[in-house]
T-cell receptor, first 116, second 107 residues
Framework: EAQMVESGGGVVQPGASLRLSCAVS????????MSWVRQAPGKGLEWVAS????????DFADSVKGRFSISRDNAKNSLYLQMNSLSAEDTAIYYC?????????WGQGTTATVSS | SYVLTQPPSVSVAPGKTATITCGGT??????VHWYQQKPGQAPVLVIH???DRPSGIPDRFSGSKSGNTATLTISRVEAGDEADYYC??????????FGGGTQLTVL
């Protein structure tokens, strides 16, 4: 059974950084584009970033471009999101998901809270 | 940036049919996907590529698209269908685009 488990969330001050991880089991991550999608408290879903199978192609939402980076370690079957220069607007549940143009399988999410 | 428009809320009685719409532009150029999100849970894909159901999704869920409107239809609605529903497309300029979401209330 495919499973994705996010970790790395927490409470940080504005301007700080966080690195989120997504550990995948039940399928081979190297076969798939992978993405991060977030959801601010009480709000809708927002696509954040996607990365191709070997990490050579990456897409970012305008709201995070230049501050966030996405990476993967296929040997560890894992996905990462490095978040820098965080602001209150980045407070959200962050989900990892398979694919890019469609988000087929989702993890349960990890919460990042940016607050002074 | 590309925008998808959904009604904020839809209400339906149990056993009836719920329809949730998603409006966009040049919809013929896009594949529309639908997600169900129950409170405190991650989203689940319920319709992909406009009309197809992923494995494990009941056939009470169906999708359609006509002109610049995509529609998610839930037949014989059950209390367990109460959730937020989101439409989504991939736009070459904007990336992943979600509608604002529709809260389905089962009366």
């Amino acid at each position: 059974e495919a499973q994705m488990v996010e970790s790395g969330g927490g409470v940080v001050q504005p301007g700080a950084s966080l690195r989120l991880s997504c550990a995948v089991s039940g399928f081979t991550v190297s076969d798939h584009w992978m993405s991060w999608v977030r959801q601010a408290p009480g709000k809708g879903l927002e696509w954040v970033a996607s990365i191709d199978q070997d990490g050579s192609e990456k897409d970012f939402a305008d709201s995070v471009k230049g501050r966030f980076s996405i990476s993967r370690d296929n040997a560890k079957n894992s996905l990462y999101l490095q978040m820098n220069s965080l602001s209150a607007e980045d407070t959200a549940i962050y989900y990892c998901a398979t694919e890019r143009t469609i988000f087929e399988i989702w993890g349960q999410g990890t919460t990042a809270t940016v607050s002074s | 940036s590309y925008v998808l428009t959904q009604p904020p809320s839809v209400s339906v009685a149990p056993g009836k049919t719920a329809t949730i719409t998603c409006g966009g532009t040049n919809f013929g150029d896009y594949s529309v996907h639908w997600y169900q999100q129950k409170p405190g849970q991650a989203p689940v894909l319920v319709i992909h590529y406009d009309i197809d159901r992923p494995s494990g999704i009941p056939d009470r869920f169906s999708g359609s698209k006509s002109g610049n409107t995509a529609t998610l239809t839930i037949s014989r609605v059950e209390a367990g269908d109460e959730a937020d529903y989101y439409c989504q497309v991939w736009d070459s300029s904007s990336g992943g685009v979600f509608g604002g979401g529709t809260q389905l209330t089962v009366l």
